[in-house]
């Protein structure tokens, strides 16, 4: 794991309160989770699309959330339609998810690169990432930092973002009581949504420079006047990841 | 009560019950208790033109549809769940090898709402989900309209009631008459199977149903809605099921890495599908000392319940 | 992972989350399992101006209602299952006596629609059931609209979303953070707790948390979601409780005959609810020999599951 | 049990076929299924409205639905919504139940005698009355013949028969595999519904004269050229019926 990719999963993890209840998305977001339950929010609960809902951390972390492990000591285990109904009755804090591409208003594409019509390149899809988007409080979105991945406006909207800016959302019918993508963490910074919904340089990981950040960002970027340091992860962060990723 | 015996071979269920044309939910726990030998039969039997369900399949999808069998799609993720990407789904969307997919693109609550509607016969259920994505562009079945309880115009996604032709679904322990328990994360097994005309089940083991029927709060659903009962231990190699035997992500990993191009695709097809005459050989050839190590570790049996008082 | 302690008194839970004018699910499971030693402390805090969310609800429904406690019924049937009507519950549709109630009426399936429009945070879902039916006449959660997926112009009944202000479950066993596990029929148990804000459960017994985590598929609902956990053993009686307990119908007809005006009905409450301060009171009222009679007959346990491999 | 009670449950028992699905009603629809079950129809399915499907007769029959007896052994335990799915989705043969009222086109009141708004009494309501009768198949309806029950038009429509007659149900918008009321089974007759879904009296139970059936309904009785007498109850329907009442 490079130093990047380690960052982006400590950032993201420092992002989850404890006690939360988070939904949470495939590879990247279950390790930043397991992360947080692990180190500061042992009481964090979370949700996974398949039908589970966890509190305790599985060590090593699953690499599936089908894995049996996943199950064995879980909160609860049903279907789908039960955490995706918690989700949409606004019972989900947070989101924390990956995607292919997402834009200056936190729009996200994980469907198609290109015209959708004759997609230069298919991507996975949405899989829970579009109703995350639409009904979760707040949104995390981890992904690298890449000028193709981080663009002026997204290819295809698989995930609704702000769309075009202030008051998209509540324009095509979002519910208030969720924020869409608040926080985008990549493995060179972290980039925050103002009260527009445009997503801002709000801090940046060691080794990174805005001109590096802005030279892998495809919109011009605007900076927090509150621009800091992101801390390094602790030696506890570096542990407790190398012990979830072991096996 | 004269019970029905609907325990038929795999090769069997899967001639009778799917067609070409036929619209297929299958891998509808997610990543857990994937019908893969289901799928390889459905493969081996050639058929085509198909419309896959299913929220996100792991690597099977994949697998069809580079086999040319795959007409439609209606999913929320179709990829390889350890790696990302899949790579014959790509090469089908992007330059139509083997075949042009038509995609229904799906999240995975529009999916939920499609089957849960079929599986309570309404016509559609509306939500909030996914207004301003763009995903109803492919998606004929998700309609924005006005919410007609609300003076205030506001938008909702109709999202329309689908009901498979069959559903396969992999379970644990099944009966011949239907009965079935499936356990560990369910995802939408359950809307299918309601919803579907017909459900094939392939199980781990096959149990007398009285076994079954001292718990029935967990028989998987109504037997009188199941069409075929099929033994296939092993069924659901390379996905994982609960109890049994764990996620075989080398044989993944090495999938992945098999099927970068077209001819790759195929000879992976011919080794691990058109190679293997049944499940038996494909067991065989997976070997005692894979299955060994996928075994899951012992753990504590589940807390009993009796329906009448305890013995 | 720390785990809060929602254990607490009935009083206590009934004092904190049910409070005059809350709509209150109660009796989801139908004749089974129905939380009748919270509806009893309802009555005993003299809650008022409640509305009463339930499919179908044996006799507890018309104690409320002849107590005084409820403004407002959302059922599809109202009565005493053994004998047909309910006699508080007809002097206060009839005659509004003690005081006036006003009527929902559903059928089974439009508040079960209507539930799990709630439990899945939708606004509402369509169906053709109940059309020509003067249902929607008493109900204004019964929309009838024309169908806008279809050109032809087919009416459908919409049937509103329902978000209880409290869901009362009466479950076999819980633990103090809110696990539990409940079998038997499960009528519209899960969805109504789901919808609902708050969730209190009773039960028979009290468990450590890890012995219901041991079969995480039977769980009842999220733990996160039950404000409140309350051990009432018998907490059910006179509806049954798969494997603890059968219906005390003798009691139940009792009930009927005692009920037949006003003044019996002031005298069973008097002695059945305000005469006892507790629910440990009743159950010693009950009387051993009769809980002795009650017992479920011995029964074989249900087939073991593993989440990981047998042992 | 007076012997036109009896002969209410044996002849409704006596339409179902084997191998049929069933939705049951409460008590007396309980009493006939299970009859059939032990006799002519032993692989008759039940669907009950708390969740439980059975194959399985219990002897004794259970007193309500909800009794243990129902769950042991039944093959199937879960929610109201998977049997009323079934239900909506035309899995259902027949559904067997009562009613307070049941008039010439075979409308089922349950709820409201005299006006609803300020009823003269109130009857318990639909329970899955109006359901069963928008979207089984067919419909059974069982109940004592009297003319304050057999009405020519109901007081409140709590379950649809076939409304003011010929093609008042598609006009609704009810499903056209549901056939709504098809026959009404009486302590004194069997009346079933012609193809406009009035109801003819077809059959007399011992005992019953059609003059004492007409005084009995509220509307004109139309008479099947093949009126023929009830089969009375044979040995064996009394013997499984006393069987299953024991207890």
Known sequence: MSEGELMMIVAAAREIADGETVFVGMRRPMLAFALAQRLHAPSAVGL????????????????????????AGATWVGGMATVMGLLAQGHVDLGLLGAGQVDRFGN???????????????????????DITSLAKRCVVLLPHQPQRLVEAVDYLTAPGHGSGSGWRDGVGLPATSAGTTVVVTDLAVLRADAEGELWLTALHAGATVEAVQAATGWPLKISDALRQSAAPTEEECAALAALRQG | MRTDNKQMTLDAAISRYVKDGSSVAIGMALEASIPFAAGHEIIRQKRHDLTLIGPISDMLFDQMIG???VKSVMAAWVGHVGQGGGHAFQRAVEAAVPRA???????NFTLTLALTAGSLGVPFIPTQSTLGSELSSTNVDLIERI???????????????LHPDVAIIHVQRAAVDGAAH??????????AALAARDVILTAEEIVPADSLYTDP??????????????????????APVAGYYER??????????????????????RLWVFGMPSHADYREEVGEERWGALRTAASVGAAPIYEGGHA
Request: proline share 9%; hydrophobic share 35%; aromatic share 8%.
């Open chain 1, 48 to 71: 996974y699309e398949n039908g589970i809902v966890r509190q305790r951390p599985t060590t090593p972390v699953a690499r599936t959330m089908g894995d049996p492990r996943m199950t």
């Open chain 1, 108 to 130: 996200l594409n994980s469907s198609y690169i290109g015209d959708y019509a004759r997609p230069e390149r298919r991507l996975p899809g949405s899989g829970g990432s579009s």
């Open chain 2, 67 to 69: 086999a040319g069998c």
């Open chain 2, 101 to 107: 997919i038509e995609m229904r693109d799906h999240s």
């Open chain 2, 147 to 161: 919410n007609p309880l609300n003076e205030l115009g506001e938008p909702l996604q109709l999202v329309r009631a």
């Open chain 2, 182 to 191: 499936l356990w560990g994360p369910l995802g939408l097994a359950k809307e």
């Open chain 2, 217 to 238: 709060n967990r028989i998987f659903i109504p037997p009188f809605r199941v069409s075929a009962v099929v033994e296939v231990a092993g069924g659901a190699h390379p």
């Open chain 2, 248 to 269: 075989d992500h080398s044989f993944a990993e090495d999938y992945a890495k098999s099927t970068r191009d077209v001819a790759g695709m195929e000879a992976w097809l």
